[in-house]
């Protein structure tokens, strides 16, 4: 059976706010890691950080815009491998984004994670994605205070 990551949050943050760190290509790179997105259904696109050789994985991850509805949804395909065209991680991110008196509830899953080999990534994605989440919240309370250099 395939396991599952799943995360709820709040961001005390207007929903077009948090969509901007979902969906800008220079936002997502302070927050996750240097990538070419483009919020565009069918664009192609990577995210890239170092190889982990335990991990069996280049660094580069190759995905694609699934689906896209702004401020609401946002999914992408999250593939990745030793390099030279293998992959040995196909998986999908979905994002959705409630807005709320207070601020927006985002969820978050990440699935696809079926081979055994799979079961590193999938633990440390689990604990990864809610540090990036917290690295969201704080870039968002940063700005929010006025102390973004741009």
Not at 54 to 69: M, N, R, T
Not at 123 to 134: A, C, F, P, V
């Amino acid at each position: 059976m395939a396991k599952l990551i799943k995360h709820q949050f709040f961001f005390s943050h207007p929903v077009e706010t948090v969509w901007e760190y979902l969906t800008k290509s220079e936002l997502m790179e302070q927050w996750l890691m240097k990538n070419n997105f483009q919020p565009i259904l069918g664009f192609e696109f990577e995210f890239r950080t170092g190889p982990i050789p335990s991990l069996d994985f280049d660094g580069i991850f190759h995905c694609k815009v699934l689906e896209i509805i702004p401020f609401k949804k946002l999914s992408y395909s999250w593939r990745s491998g030793p390099g030279e065209g293998k992959i040995t991680l196909d998986s999908v991110v979905v994002w959705q984004l409630q807005p709320t008196d207070k601020g927006t509830e985002v969820s978050l899953e990440h699935k696809g994670f079926a081979k055994k080999e799979n079961l590193d990534f999938y633990n440390g994605l689990n604990q990864g994605w809610i540090e990036k989440l917290n690295n969201i919240a704080n870039l968002l309370n940063t700005a929010q205070h006025g102390n973004t250099s741009s």
